[in-house]
Each structure stands twice: as C-alpha cells, then as structure tokens.
C-alpha cells in the first residue's frame, strides 16, 4: 500500500506563488508515476500535470502551462508542484496521485490518491 500526502497550500494573493509537495510512504516505489490534479466548486477533476519516475512531464494543461511546474526527489520520495503567477482561477482543491507505469492524464489511470489540500487565490 502506498499513502500519499499533499501538503504546502493555503490562501496567496494574485500573482503569488505556492509550492505543493506530495510525500509517499508504505511500499513506495521509485517506479511509480505521479499527477497532479484540482477540483474547484462545482466542476469536475482535472489534470494539471504528472511525471515519471525517470523525470520526464507530461505536456502540462493550458490552464496552467508556463506557470506550473512538477518535479520529483526519488530520495526523498517527493513529487512538487511549484506553482507561480497564480491567478483566481488556480483556485481549487489539489490531489497528488501515483500508478505504475508512465504518467497519464487521466484519473482514472491513477491508483493511490492523497486527500487532497486547497489552494485559495484571491485578491
């Protein structure tokens, strides 16, 4: 079993910036991709970006790309989202999720999800 555990939001003002970190632990591997996703009020879940266990991103989404950036420590078995120029819209409540395999857009690919932390931009 594999617990994952989002940590790093809160409230930032526009244009602020905010770093997530996801810390892993039980049997973790360094073999696991990681995503990063977000849910606002009323809308669906949505990617925003995911990773290798090798290092390599997938394409980020629009919403976010130039923005956002997801890296990993496998050492520290660690995933980041460093989050910058933050606008209202970004505002929503981040999961962190990992599977086997490469990374993947789609949370239905994902096995192991944290809870989950909110991310409030506001004025």
């Known amino acids: 079993q594999v617990q994952v555990v989002e940590s790093g939001g809160g409230l930032v003002q526009i244009g602020g910036s905010l770093r997530l970190s996801c810390a892993t632990s039980g049997r973790t591997s360094t073999f696991y991709a990681w995503g990063w996703f977000r849910q606002a009020p009323g809308k669906e879940r949505e990617f925003v970006a995911a990773?290798?266990?090798?290092?390599?991103?997938?394409p980020y989404a629009d919403s976010v790309k130039g923005r956002f950036i997801i890296s990993r420590d496998n050492a520290k078995k660690t995933v980041y989202l460093q989050m910058n120029s933050l606008e209202s819209e970004d505002t929503a409540v981040y999961y962190c999720?990992?599977?086997?395999?490469?990374?993947?857009?789609?949370?239905?690919?994902?096995?192991?999800w944290g809870q989950g932390i909110q991310v409030t931009v506001s004025s």
């Open positions: 999720a990992a599977r086997t395999g490469g990374w993947s857009t789609s949370p239905g690919a994902y096995d192991y």
């Open positions: 990773i290798s266990w090798s290092g390599a991103t997938a």
